[in-house]
């Protein structure tokens, strides 16, 4: 992670306040922005039995949201003012259940062009097992005026 830059401290602290205070579904789910650098990011999904299936286990969908939010994070420090992030494309591979455990996301940027960037992101539980292993294409864009 050393080799991932810092963001500028009121930045970064104006990112972990909004993502704590101003994101509803992040609220919803329990969400918590870990750490952020330009290019790197790590988020932290507590277990809750909502986030369970029928059987039991983690739901494939809370482990996919901090492995797509992550890749957002790394990103977000990387591009201008006037430009925005959404995700086009995503797939993740399921490599193991989890039961009864938070999950921590950690995403690198691969790849950042002008209107496209891919990241890579892991899911691990904390006991550091490898859960889930995704990649992901994000559209960068400008802003639109109000």
């Known amino acids: 992670m050393t080799e991932y830059e810092e963001l500028a401290p009121r930045f970064k602290e104006a990112i972990l306040d909004w993502m704590k205070n101003r994101n509803p ?6 969400m918590e ?5 330009k290019g790197w ?3 932290r999904l507590p277990f809750d039995k909502k986030l369970t299936n029928a059987i039991g286990l983690v739901h494939g969908g ?3 949201t901090p492995a797509d939010s992550a890749v957002g994070m790394a990103l977000v420090g990387m591009i201008s003012r006037n430009e925005n992030i959404s995700t086009l ?5 399921y490599l193991k259940p989890v039961k009864k455990c938070d999950i921590i996301a950690e995403a690198k940027i691969v790849h950042k062009g002008a209107q496209t960037a891919i990241g890579d992101v892991e899911v691990r539980d904390v006991n550091d097992v ?3 292993k995704g990649l992901a294409t994000y559209a ?3 802003k639109r005026g109000r």
């Open 130 to 132: 490898l859960i889930a």
């Open 25 to 30: 579904f992040w609220s919803l789910l329990g």
């Open 62 to 64: 809370a482990i996919f």
């Open 89 to 93: 494309e995503m797939k993740i591979n």
């Open 140 to 142: 960068i864009f400008k």
């Open 33 to 37: 922005l870990v750490e952020v650098r």
């Open 41 to 43: 990011a790590q988020i």
